[in-house]
Structures are given as structure tokens and as C-alpha cells.
Nanobody, 124 residues
Framework: QVQLVESGGGLVQPGGSLRLSCEIS????????MAWYRQAPGKQRDLVVR???????DYADSVKGRFTISRGNDNKIVYLEMNNVQPDDTAIYYC??????????????????WGQGTQVTVSS
């Protein structure tokens, strides 16, 4: 019912900046939690940043002060702004949203959706 598509990844030099996008389409979806995760080669998937339902924001210690999560005014796009990127930031980045879905008269609560990921490579 809801699809998430990440974009904006690619090759960037250390110290550079990059903005990832998560586009939302399909059924009417009202999300109350948005997050970005990443998975480096040979590693498990880890939380990068998450905005919780109560408005608090959780960051991985390694990205706090460098990465920022935000959303578009129409709530159809979620962003991850990455500044001063480092080689250790190299990973596949995934968008993750939780919320309520409404489609054809059916209301579903506490749904969770994932995108397929976008590759970020930081190298000189």
C-alpha cells in the first residue's frame, strides 16, 4: 500500500556533503516516526537518526552534529542531510517510517515501511 524509494547516494570525498531523499507514494500514509538506518559491509544494520513520536531525536554518537533528519512540507519526502562525511560513513542507507495507513475505507495503525536503500561511498 505504501512504497518508499531512497535516492541521492553516490561517491563523495571526505569532508563533503550529501543529501539523501526518501520519497513516499501509494496509499494515504500519516507517519509519526521517521528514521534512517545504515549497513556497512560485513556489519549489521544500525540506527543513524530517528525522530520519535514524542518529538525527541535519537542520534548515533558518530553522526551527532553532522547529520540532520527532516521532511518536506507535504510530508511526501524525508531527508537526511549529511555534512563533513568520513570514510566510516560508507554504507547502504535505508529509510524507515512508522505510522497509520488509510486506503479504500480501510484504516491500519502502527504500520512500518522500509525502502530498498541507497549506497553512499566516502573516499578520496
Amino acid at each position: 500500500q505504501v512504497q518508499l524509494v531512497e535516492s541521492g547516494g553516490g561517491l563523495v570525498q571526505p569532508g563533503g556533503s550529501l543529501r539523501l531523499s526518501c520519497e513516499i507514494s501509494g496509499a494515504h500514509f500519516s507517519f509519526y516516526t521517521m528514521a534512517w538506518y545504515r549497513q556497512a559491509p560485513g556489519k549489521q544494520r544500525d540506527l543513524v537518526v530517528r525522530r520519535n513520536r514524542d518529538g525527541t531525536i535519537d542520534y548515533a554518537d558518530s553522526v551527532k552534529g553532522r547529520f540532520t533528519i527532516s521532511r518536506g512540507n507535504d510530508n511526501k519526502i524525508v531527508y537526511l542531510e549529511m555534512n563533513n562525511v568520513q570514510p566510516d560513513d560508507t554504507a547502504i542507507y535505508y529509510c524507515n517510517l512508522q505510522g497509520d495507513t488509510y486506503y479504500d475505507g480501510t484504516f491500519s495503525r502502527d504500520d512500518e515501511y522500509w525502502g530498498q536503500g541507497t549506497q553512499v561511498t566516502v573516499s578520496s
